[in-house]
């Protein structure tokens, strides 16, 4: 029994077999019938011998910790309660339709490009309709960009955090891009048909108001592109990163003033109409999702830190309870965007996945000190406000395809994935478990995750020593000797960035499907 712990969160749940909302009843056995008097059998026969019922053999678990488990019994009544599914699920959108809308609206602005377009094989023609298009295109790609950063949660559910910061990385670089493309084709159309150089060219096109707030836009964008480079943001602080692409949504709305002079969008009374309307929609959405809902959630739910508890060297687990937190429908392997306010981290939201079920509105998270703000973390008081976005990320039970699973963790990235270790469905056997750390002190969580194996009768393996010694446990013999049927495993998988690429590999050669490697890199979350 955990000495330490009290609060139901730090005690495992019966494993669930099956996502139903209670337990069927138990069925009576019919009456046995009395025993009839034996009959002598015949001369010659031999009475078969009475079947003996025997108990199935409880299977071993594989982890070798470094001291022996102690058994964990509920101490309260809300921890023995099964850990019931939402009412309504999450609305998700998969990847595949994500990519057919934003096709299908290039498309569409290819195709107004092309009705208004008049062909001729003048030189300032072709430089201007090249301009038309590429402006068009960057116009568009605007947009696209703020509604992957707008935290829509059947886009968030569906898609993934990580995989939207990644795209919208790299449609920031085609939609510059375009940009340059557009400038440079307007600026030489413009220098032929007035017969300048460039340089006069230039100087006339800025005296327009319009293409002067576009330029102004233009240069907030490449300030953004800049600092989003890895190299450059590695040195930033992220309250400095962030103050710079919050000038995007300046540029987006001079482009959008040029884009309405413009004689593609001012043209036509429709165009300039369905024009102004995606630009208005994308602006109510980034409002709602970014200031309303957070705000709302924060009045509804009242969510204030409840405990900080010390669980090994340099992490802690904060335990934050509210009102109706159930209503937030946040799912193991989820995580929240947390703005703790006090002094020193007010001004920063920072990424944390669930570390275990919600309960008792209650969530937890668990944090490793590896930075200025996750080190103010540890000294947070009980009774400090919470304002919590969410919930993100697509690491849930909905990606599940096989029977079996792989929970494959390393360092802190334990977190999401002890929370799945619990919930999963499946029987014994089913859910498997390998812990990657440098030394058993980095192991966090350790009492649960045996605890929870034991009650599951998982198989759990703790995987340690150090990343640049001479046995790589994570590499394919070494996981499929661990796991023998591995390519017939979902896997999921939470670590370190470089711990996670070297992982994926070897999964890979080891004949995992990339489309059943489930990850999320929180450094793009």
């Excluded at 960009?145 to 795209?167: F, K, N, S, T, Y």
């Excluded at 340089?199 to 293409?211: E, F, H, N, P, R």
């Excluded at 705000?295 to 009102?323: C, F, K, N, Q, T």
């Excluded at 478990?433 to 002190?441: I, T, W």
Aim: proline share 8%; glycine share 8%; hydrophobic share 45%.
């Amino acid at each position: 029994m955990t000495t330490e712990a009290s609060h139901p969160l730090y005690v495992p749940l019966a494993p669930l077999t099956a996502p139903r909302a209670e337990e069927p009843r138990r069925r009576r056995r019919p009456p046995v019938p009395p025993a009839r008097p034996a009959e002598p059998p015949a001369a010659g026969s031999v009475r078969p011998a009475e079947p003996v019922a025997t108990r199935p053999a409880r299977p071993t678990r594989s982890a070798r910790p470094a001291r022996s488990a102690r058994s964990v019994r509920p101490t309260d009544p809300v921890a023995s309660r099964p850990i019931r599914p939402s009412a309504a699920p999450a609305l998700r959108l998969a990847p595949g339709r994500l990519r057919a809308g934003v096709a299908a609206g290039a498309g569409a602005v290819g195709l107004l490009w092309g009705l208004q377009a008049r062909p001729s094989a003048r030189l300032d023609v072709l430089f201007a309709s090249g301009a038309h298009l590429t402006g068009l295109l960057a116009g568009y790609g605007v947009l696209v960009l703020l509604l992957l950063m707008a935290r829509i949660p059947a886009v968030e559910h569906g898609v993934g955090a990580d995989r939207l910061a990644r795209r919208h990385a790299l449609g920031g670089r085609y939609v510059l891009g375009l940009i340059a493309a557009h400038a440079v084709l307007a600026l030489c159309g413009h220098a032929v048909h007035t017969h300048a150089d460039l340089v006069t060219a230039a100087g006339d096109l800025l005296s327009y108001g319009a293409i002067a707030a576009a330029t102004a836009g233009t240069a907030l964008l490449v300030a953004v592109g800049i600092t989003s480079a890895r190299s450059v943001r590695r040195r930033l602080r992220h309250e400095t990163w962030r103050a710079v692409h919050l000038g995007a949504l300046l540029a987006a709305a001079l482009g959008f003033v040029h884009q309405l002079a413009g004689p593609d969008i001012a043209g036509g009374l429709l165009t300039r109409w369905l024009w102004s309307l995606a630009h208005a929609v994308v602006a109510v959405l980034l409002v709602w999702y970014r200031i309303v809902v957070p705000v709302r959630a924060a009045l509804r739910h009242d969510l204030r830190v409840a405990e900080v508890r010390d669980e090994g060297p340099g992490v802690v687990s904060v335990l934050i309870r509210g009102r109706g937190v159930d209503r937030l429908r946040a799912e193991p392997g989820q995580f929240f965007r947390w703005r703790f306010l006090r002094r020193g981290l007010w001004a920063t939201a920072l990424p944390f996945s669930l570390s275990a079920p919600v309960r008792d509105d209650t969530l937890r998270i668990t944090v490793k000190a590896l930075g200025d703000h996750t080190r103010r973390v540890r000294r947070l008081r009980p009774g400090t406000r919470v304002l919590a976005t969410g919930p993100f990320g697509a690491l849930t039970a909905h990606r599940r395809t096989r029977r079996k699973v792989l929970l494959l963790a390393g360092g802190v990235g334990i977190t999401p994935l002890r929370a799945l270790f619990e919930t999963l469905p499946g029987g014994p056997g089913d859910v498997t478990l390998l812990y990657r750390a440098s030394d058993s002190s980095s192991v966090v969580l350790r009492e649960e995750l045996e605890a929870i194996a034991r009650e599951r009768r998982a198989d759990l393996h703790f995987l340690l020593g150090p990343s640049d010694g001479s046995f790589d446990p994570l590499a394919p013999r070494a996981l499929r000797n661990l796991v023998p049927d591995l390519a017939a495993h979902d896997v999921y998988l939470c670590g370190p960035p470089a711990m996670a690429r070297a992982a994926t590999a070897s999964l890979r050669r080891a004949g995992v499907p990339a489309s059943r490697i489930h990850s999320e890199d929180f450094d793009h979350a």
